[in-house]
């Protein structure tokens, strides 16, 4: 690897504050058409995930993770959680057995889900 994948990740972080869609799109094509170029492709995934944090973190936005035990669970009530510009993720978790667990950024975690409540017990 040229560069650490945190270098490689605060750079396109930096890059892509405070611009619009399309200049952002361009910007996030040319830095990996770089990082391919340096032979550093196979971090790719993890740089951009390190960069998304990053953004986050700059721009004052969350990220929230959604787990529900089945899917179609409807969950317009906690999207009222996010505010706008906040990227909201859905996924389905058969372990939780009922319920729902929400994660903000990675670090923050609120757990109703009925497997939380049994092993309480």
């Known amino acids: 690897m040229k560069y650490p994948a945190k270098i490689y990740s605060k750079s ?4 892509l504050v405070g611009k619009k869609k399309e200049e952002q799109e361009k910007i996030l094509s040319n830095f990996i058409s770089l990082v391919k170029k340096n032979k550093d492709e ?7 995930e390190e960069a998304q944090s990053f953004y ?3 721009t004052g936005k ?3 993770i959604f787990e529900f035990a089945r899917e179609g ?12 510009g906040d990227i909201i ?14 994660v ?6 609120f757990d109703y889900s009925l497997a939380n409540k049994l092993k309480n017990i």
């Not at 396109?12 to 890059?15: K, N, P, Q, R």
């Open 89 to 102: 993720e859905k996924k389905t978790n058969p372990d939780l057995i009922a319920g729902v667990k929400v």
């Open 56 to 58: 986050l973190k700059k």
């Open 42 to 48: 196979v971090k790719l995934k993890k740089i951009l």
């Open 62 to 64: 969350d990220k929230i």
């Open 12 to 15: 396109l972080a930096e890059a």
């Open 104 to 109: 903000i950024n990675g670090e923050k975690q």
């Open 73 to 84: 669970t409807h969950f317009k009530d906690l999207e009222s959680i996010a505010k706008e």
